[in-house]
């Protein structure tokens, strides 16, 4: 260990001299680490490292006490910021974190939210069911739930084989302003159902309840001409991913709003706090999902015109989604099952 007891008077030649070979052995260390990683360090060098650092940091507080040169002092300075980093920094490349985060973040956070995802689910499936029947019941309520300005001229005025040509148009006059419309509703949707989701879970609620109603109301119109099973072919080729990504938002949201209203033993602030960093991991994969979605309404769905492949996509990415996210923890649990 250096003595901190040096005589103020002592030169900066000096004190240099005296510790300058162990300042050299960190900067090499750094210097390694900086281009090639951890892993071209040996056993000894990672455990010198700590100590090399806490040295330096010793002689940098010297060096202030006894005012040496100022040189010294800013050498010092950078060095002992470089070696922080090195010693507790983050040592993953960006690479090995963004693997982290897909291979095991996420679809854990994902996990962790499972009462949000039911409750989020069964809210977007209440609002869907609720639009089909009053729809259903009386088409006027078809606006109520999509504006005509949006509609244009998707709604119950218009015919049974016109509503059927913008399922199959390929993009080129039919329901591609709609879909866009769609993708950046449910979008905004998962936005804000997250961020709203501090006051109580009441707006992110009826947000998700909302954007259901929007799609009940336009399946039930397309059912009513007899095109049930067209329309959601065309819904669900992108609409599984779309629509996952927004019960995932409506779930964080949830679980930032019941930390507020029932932290439970912890305190407010904590509760919230852990449940902001968990609802903040699923909305980086939400975004994730939500670029996918948007090519599967870009291409996909333009590119194949025929239902049955369209459920056929549907099917996979649900799958995939399903696999993805729930698959590993089920496998997981049931082979500790047969374990014990």
Not at 131 to 143: F, G, I, P, Q
Not at 189 to 214: D, E, Q, S
Not at 286 to 303: C, I, N, S, T, Y
Request: with cysteine; hydrophobic share 50%.
């Amino acid at each position: 260990m250096i003595d901190l007891k040096i005589d103020p008077r002592l030169k900066s030649q000096r004190f240099r001299q005296a510790r300058e070979e162990d300042w050299r052995r960190l900067e090499r260390l750094i210097g390694k680490v900086e281009k090639g990683g951890v892993a071209d360090l040996s056993d000894e060098d990672i455990l010198a490292a700590p100590v090399l650092y806490r040295s330096a940091l010793s002689a940098l507080s010297v060096a202030r006490a006894t005012s040496l040169d100022r040189g010294l002092i800013d050498y010092l300075e950078t060095l002992c910021a470089r070696a922080y980093f090195f010693v507790y920094g983050s040592r993953e490349t960006l690479r090995g974190q963004l693997a982290g985060f897909f291979r095991q973040a996420w679809p854990e956070a994902v996990r962790g939210l499972w009462r949000e995802t039911l409750a989020s689910f069964a809210l977007m499936a209440a609002g869907a069911l609720i639009a089909a029947w009053l729809v259903s019941h009386e088409s006027d309520w078809y606006y109520a739930f999509m504006p005509k300005a949006m509609a244009g001229g998707r709604d119950p005025a218009a015919s049974t084989q016109a509503l059927r040509d913008t399922l199959f148009s390929g993009g080129k006059d039919g329901l591609s302003f709609f879909a866009t419309f769609l993708f950046t509703h449910n979008a905004q949707i998962a936005i804000l159902a997250f961020a709203l989701g501090f006051a109580l879970c009441l707006p992110t609620a009826a947000l998700v309840l909302y954007n259901g109603a929007t799609l009940g109301a336009f399946f039930t119109l397309f059912a009513s001409r007899g095109l049930g099973v067209e329309a959601g072919g065309w819904l669900l080729i992108h609409g599984v991913t779309e629509l996952f990504a927004v019960i995932l938002s409506g779930a964080a949201g949830l679980r930032i709003g019941w930390a507020v209203a029932f932290p439970g033993e912890a305190r407010r602030l904590d509760a919230i706090a852990q449940a902001g960093r968990q609802a903040a991991t699923v909305m980086g994969g939400v975004v994730v999902m939500l670029f996918l979605a948007g090519l599967l309404e870009g291409f996909g769905r333009q590119l194949i015109t025929l239902t049955p492949a369209r459920y056929a996509v549907a099917a996979a990415t649900a799958v995939m989604w399903g696999a993805y996210f729930y698959g590993s923890h089920f496998v997981g649990t049931r082979g500790a099952r047969h374990d014990g």
